[in-house]
Structure formats: structure tokens, C-alpha cells
């Protein structure tokens, strides 16, 4: 049997938003959208292996190209049969470019510079930054790594995943418009030079193009238009989204409408709870973010009521589970007492079963999120 | 139906060796002897969650009284409705009296003490030991807390551990003769009060008289002696058990036929492969060790063929499972490139997933094991 190839649909357009339910195909399998996408860096979320991710229902999971040239590194990769094949998952993946990490090591903190509190900085870990590309060093093995719109690509095309990005630049959020303009157009050119690496060796691959230009009108605009005429899959809105979600929400508000709204769409690394009120109405189709899985490692799990902290003295007797209506695994067979005892006596198995539950909720909260855009509800 | 009440029954014995087949009944069910038990210190095996564990198929479980009753208390698992119920398991458990940790806080390291590294020392935390018990503080909370052989057995009937042990002394390798004498008398002394304190609350939990007397040959002779006459429902060897395994052998060999055979034996702490060799064919029944998990953590799987060490390189690119005939749940699924790669890269399911292994090895093992007493091979 073929392989499907790349497509999405819109099933249906909320009456009362901009919020609308879909269907992506990839080779993979289907992801029902809106929907959220785990973070899985080194290919396995943390504290979880994938076999355990896929029954949770998790539809798409998110590695880091980065992470992944650096360890295991692309040979071992190539050898193992491509990304799904080596980390054991059979449901879809989408890979990123690298840029955005690269570009972190050379700018400090990425939370940092997209919250603008990062100053211009370079660490020894980035060797150059040119037209060409840019080259760091592995921090692994000290070894030179060259990374280009074309190496990026030929990269992601090993590793196999079914949606792709451009390689791109992560400009600082304190850049002046001119920079910024700058900074723009080089990313332009390396999407369109990622674009036609993918498309010299066509696959059931699909490429998102990445739309950038900060929080400036202008700018995110002439992104939209660039990216808008080249033949991409679907568009990845990244860069900086803004210092707090009053920017991002506004960034979204002009910048989605300027969006081919036939291609789904992606928001870059924001999925927590209260961006997803605002950015489901205003139309986004997927979104990745490492807050549930990171929470849960704190020792916070979410629930319907509001986030639980395990750790709260409160929860030392509590014999009921976290959300006695949850059908996950961790629901259905531990307390709150004993999750409090385990992450009390620092046990790993704390942020496995605290992960377990709310990798579950996230796919049972974007399902709601769809039944509510059927009702007319968001 | 009424739960059952402990029962030992020898199935058969080896023509080769003192090694025996044999079915040990507890009220939470059955444990096939020769057997291993995994130790779960704070109610869970550590980077695996209790149902993992029962369906890996491990018969019996050993929690240590000492960290329970710091974390989470005592009053936690009360309220919570014994150890089982606390932590979510249904299969039989076994619970130290506390006396081991608490005197490797006064004599040092357990470890160096075992093997006679170790020197006299106390640390802060033992506050004081007379006859009647001993007193020390909570390294969480800084509180109190005396242990008794009453309070020892009274917290074990709490916990409701299938099977329990008495409070006795752990004394040092190096001690000399006459004191190691004057130990074991208070050691005896003490167990008889935790008998006559258990068997004034007759329930389904049997307990373990423990066997002490070092490496000396008299000493151990006047401790069978002794533990034999009472009426305990197993006997668990414990004390100095030797600073290598020549000295462990000769002691076994001289301590199990003086022990009751009708009665199922169980040797505290040793559990590692080599030493299995040895006490199984000597007629040992359960014995209970950290070695396969704590293995597991430090990326060292069991085979048939021997440990196979994942981070080492030449892993790297072997996409075969850990042991492609090992029906365990990490090599149905996952290579050993890809637990390489976790274990480079310091991921969390690194840990489970060899743990995993190392666990299904052990279970497999000891059937391997029974299976080779049937036909009189060991």
C-alpha cells in the first residue's frame, strides 16, 4: 500500500470565530486539528517512551534537529532507518530546521530574547554566522557542525519526519525594524533555497514555510506575502510572537488572515493553557509546546478545576486520584497521596505518571476544543 | 472469600544440590520459590510504577520500613489503608523492621560496613540505643522517632506487609567475638519481643525470625538455635553475611541446615547474579537485591551471554534489541542504538526502559532456575 502523501482539510468553520476543525493526512496517519503537539526533543518525551505516547493518543510529536545531529547524529540515523524507525513511533513527526537553537546559542537564552530580556551575546559555541549558513560547535563533542538551508534540509530528509521546516534565522526580539528587515529577508532566502532542496528530492515529505517578522505589521505582512507564493505545504508562524500574550494575540490577529486559509497552519512553542483560549478562535491548526511535560516534571498536573500542585501538604492524605473523571492510566490506578510520596521521596516514576497524565489531558482537552468549534461554542 | 493464610510448601528437591523447588501462600498470592525479590524502598521499584512491575510478573516485593516511616509517615499509610493499597499493589509484599538503616546511620555506610571497610561512627541522626530501642532524627522533618521492636512491629502490622520482620541489631564486620556475642543476645532479645508483639495481634502477616551471628560459626549455630525454637514462619539471614563470597558460601553453608527446612529461608540483600549460583544450589528461597535496577540505571542490562554496558559506543549503531529472544516490553519494542542514544542524551524513559529489562531478566532467571531444579541440573 502507498503511502498517503501530504493534505489537509477544513471540516468545519466555527460560526461564532475564526477557530475551524481539520484533518491533516500525512504517511503517518491523521492528526485531528486543532491540536497539540508534544514535545519529544531527543526523540522520546521526557519521561515517557513512545510506545507509551502513542496510546496515550498523542497525533504528532516534535523532535529537534539540533538536539538530533548533535546526538545521536545523522549517520546513526540514516542507519537506523529514519527518525520513526529508530525511536520506535509510527505516528506522524515533524522535525524542526536547527535554526532556532543555533540561533539561541548565539543570542542567549531563547525564553530570554523572546521575552526581551536578552542582550546580544555570543558563546564559544557558534563559529560563524554567514549567507551560507552558520557553524557551531557540537557540545557534545566539540566536532564542527555546518548548517545550512541545504544540509538542514537534507538533514530533515534523512531523519524522515512527515512535516519539515525551513532553515531560518531567529532574530533578537530588541532587533530595530531596519535589522529586523534585514534579518527578514535573509531568512527568505534560505526558506526559498530550503524550499527548493526539498523540492529537488520529492518525498511524501511536506515543508511549512516559517513566517517571521516580530511583532511589526510590515514586516509580518511582507513575510506572509513571501511565504504565501512559494508552493508550501502549510506555514509555521515563529520568530518572536511578542513579551506577553496581549503582543502575540495581536501578532495572530493581523498576521493569520494574511495566511493561505486552505493550509493548515502552526504556532512555534506556545501551547500552554491560556495562549490556547486566544489562539484556537483566532484559527491556529497545530501548536508545540514542552509546558504540560515540563509542568508535570514540577510536579504540576492539570485538571478541568484549574493545575494541582503534587507537591502541596494538602495532598499527603488525599486518597482520591487527580481528576476522578480521567480515564488515563495514572487516574485509574494512583492517588494523590501517593503522587504527593513519590515526588516527596524524588522517585522517577513521579514524573512518568505525573507525564502520563498530562500528555492525556492535553489530547482530551484539544478533542473538547474541536467539539466546542462544532457547537459554535469558541 | 477469607484471604489466605501464609503457607510454605517444598515441591521438590534436588538430587543434585540443597537446592529446592517451592510455592510460598500469602494472603496476597503466591510466590514460587526459588525467587527474587525487587526492592522498592519507598513503595516503588524505582524508575518503574507498581502496575508496570505486576505485569513484569514480580512475585514479591521488599519495602524498608525505616524511609516509610519518614516519608510519607506512618499516619499516611494508615489512612490510606495499608502498603498495598497505598501504592497500588496487589501482589505480596515483604517490610524490614527499620534496624538495618538505622544502624547503618550509626556504624556508617552499609556497604562499607558489610564488607568491613567501615569503622564505628555515628552521625547526627541516631540520637540514642538502649535496650529498649532506638532513637533517631528524621533526616526530612527533623523530628523524633523511636524504634522498638514493639514500634517496629506495631508500624509492619500497619503497613500490612505479607510478610514482616523483627527489630534486631545490625552490628558491625568488625566486632569482636564477645561482642558480637552481647549483640546477638540483644538481637534475640529484641526479636522475641517483636514475636510476642505480633503474636498478640494475629493476622495474615507471617514474619521472619532473622539469623545474625557474622561470619562466625558458634554464633550462627546459637542463632538458628534460637530462631528455630520460636515459632516464626520463615527465617531471613541477615547480619554480616561476609566481606567477599567465599566467606558468604562458607557461612551459608554452615547456617541453612541449621535451620528449620520445613520453613522457607530468605537471604537479606544478596541478589546479584553470580552470588545466585552459588545460594541457590545451598537451598536459599528468596533473597531480595537493588543490583538489578539500580544496574538498570547506570545503563547496564542483563543478558544470557552476560552485561551488555549501552553506552558503549559500539552500540551506537546496533538496531538489535538487548536480547532479540528476551520477550521483555524494551526489547519487543526498542533497540539497543536507541537506548544508547536516551542514555546519551540523559532522558528519563533511559532508566525505565532498561529497568524494565533488568527486572523481566530477573523473573525470567529464577523460572529458569526452578525449571533446572526439576530436572536435577542444579
Known amino acids: 500500500m502507498e503511502a498517503n502523501r501530504f493534505s489537509f482539510e477544513v471540516i468545519y468553520r466555527s460560526k461564532k470565530s475564526s477557530a475551524r476543525v481539520g484533518k491533516i493526512i500525512t504517511p503517518h496517519g491523521v492528526i485531528d486539528t486543532p491540536n497539540f503537539v508534544g514535545v519529544g526533543t531527543n526523540g522520546t518525551i521526557k519521561a515517557l517512551d513512545n510506545k507509551t505516547v502513542h496510546e496515550i493518543g498523542l497525533q504528532l510529536m516534535f523532535c529537534n534537529t539540533y538536539h538530533l545531529l548533535v ?11 529514519g527518525l520513526h524507525n529508530f525511536i520506535g513511533r509510527d505516528l506522524p513527526l515533524i522535525t524542526d530546521s536547527g535554526g532556532f537553537q543555533v540561533f539561541s546559542l548565539a543570542y542567549g537564552g531563547v525564553n530570554d530574547e523572546l521575552k526581551s530580556r536578552g542582550e546580544k551575546k555570543r558563546d564559544g559555541s557558534v563559529l560563524k554566522i554567514t549567507e551560507e549558513g552558520v557553524s557551531f560547535r557540537s557540545y557534545r563533542d566539540g566536532s564542527k557542525i555546518l548548517l545550512t538551508p541545504e544540509s538542514s534540509v537534507a538533514a530533515q ?13 531567529l532574530p533578537p526580539y530588541h532587533m530595530k525594524k531596519k535589522e529586523l528587515n534585514k534579518s527578514l529577508e535573509r531568512t527568505h532566502r534560505w526558506e526559498q533555497r530550503s524550499l527548493e532542496a526539498h523540492l529537488k528530492c520529492p518525498n511524501n515529505q511536506a515543508m511549512y514555510g516559517v513566517v517571521h517578522g516580530g511583532i511589526d505589521v510590515d514586516l509580518r505582512k511582507k513575510s506572509c506575502e513571501f511565504v504565501s507564493r512559494l508552493p508550501f505545504d502549510g506555514y509555521a508562524i515563529g520568530g518572536s510572537v511578542g513579551k506577553n500574550l496581549e ?11 494574511m495566511l493561505t486559509p486552505e493550509k493548515p497552519n502552526h504556532l512555534l512553542g506556545i501551547g500552554d493553557l491560556r495562549s490556547l483560549q486566544y489562539t484556537i478562535p483566532l484559527g491556529i491548526d497545530t501548536c508545540d509546546s514542552s509546558y504540560p511535560t515540563k509542568a508535570a516534571r514540577h510536579g504540576l498536573v492539570l485538571t478541568k478545576k484549574g493545575p494541582i500542585k503534587l507537591l502541596k501538604a494538602q495532598y499527603n492524605t488525599d486518597f482520591s486520584p487527580i481528576d ?3 480515564s488515563c492510566y495514572t487516574c485509574q490506578h494512583y492517588s494523590l497521596a501517593y503522587l504527593h510520596h513519590l515526588f516527596k521521596a524524588k522517585e522517577l516514576s513521579a514524573y512518568t505518571l505525573a507525564t502520563i497524565h498530562n500528555l492525556h489531558f492535553m489530547v482530551e482537552l484539544m478533542q473538547n476544543y474541536r467539539e466546542l468549534i462544532y457547537k459554535d461554542q469558541i
Open 71 to 81: 546526538q545521536p547524529g545523522l549517520d546513526v540515523i540514516a542507519k537506523g532507518g
Open 157 to 169: 530528509k534523512i531523519f524522515g519526519a512527515d512535516m519539515i521546516i525551513p532553515f531560518d534565522e
Open 247 to 257: 503582543e502575540m494575540i495581536s501578532m495572530l490577529q493581523f498576521t493569520l488572515p
Open 324 to 326: 476522578p473523571e480521567c
